[in-house]
């Protein structure tokens, strides 16, 4: 691999590592571009939608229901754009209430993987209580919760940028085998 590609992985893994510590340290700033993200991403999944639904009615049964669904799309996507700050604030609220909710299913699960004998039923049960308390005070405190998603956000990042890192010091080590292996044939 070329040097200045491997030098490009090497910056790309350290702005990530840099953007995630942003993150971490800035969650107002993160839950802001977050909503703008999903907003983005909404507006031009319903857009995409409603293209796909276009080219297909002629041989898609159903295309009503996959238009209205494109146009909902862009309708959220124009709202979470429009409004930016609802949505950050919101984000918080909706995150603690699905970590609260997911915890009580898979606390209720554990019972099921107990009646086909998994041994570790018990794990879950903790995991899915531990869930469930966690976004149950997430809800009280929001500030803490808004914290909570922003460092995992950043956590996120800055594993990405640590692995683009890593790439390049195995991509190295992988030229240096390639080369002794080759200087070995020559020898030969």
Do not use: H
């Amino acid at each position: 691999m070329k040097t200045g590609t491997k030098i490009l992985l090497a910056v790309t893994g350290i702005l990530l590592i840099i953007l995630g510590v942003m993150c971490i340290t800035r969650p107002g700033a993160t839950l802001l571009s977050t909503a703008w993200l999903i907003g983005v991403f909404t507006l031009a999944s319903g857009i995409s939608e409603m293209i796909f639904t276009f080219q297909t009615q002629a041989f898609l049964p159903n295309s009503g229901t996959r238009a209205l669904s494109a146009l909902l799309d862009i309708f959220f996507g124009c709202f979470f754009l429009f409004n930016i700050l609802g949505t950050a604030v919101s984000l918080p609220v909706v995150f603690t209430i699905w970590v609260m909710i997911e915890g009580i299913v898979i606390a209720v699960q554990s019972f099921d993987y107990k009646q086909v004998g998994f041994p570790y039923w018990w794990a879950l049960l903790c995991l899915g209580i531990c869930g469930a308390i966690l976004g149950f005070f997430g809800l009280r405190n929001l500030d803490v919760a808004a914290g909570a998603l922003s460092a995992i956000i950043g956590l996120g990042i800055i594993a990405n940028g640590l692995a683009y890192i890593l790439a390049v010091v195995g991509i190295n080590r992988f030229e240096k085998q390639v080369d002794n292996k080759s200087k070995n044939i020559d020898v030969q």
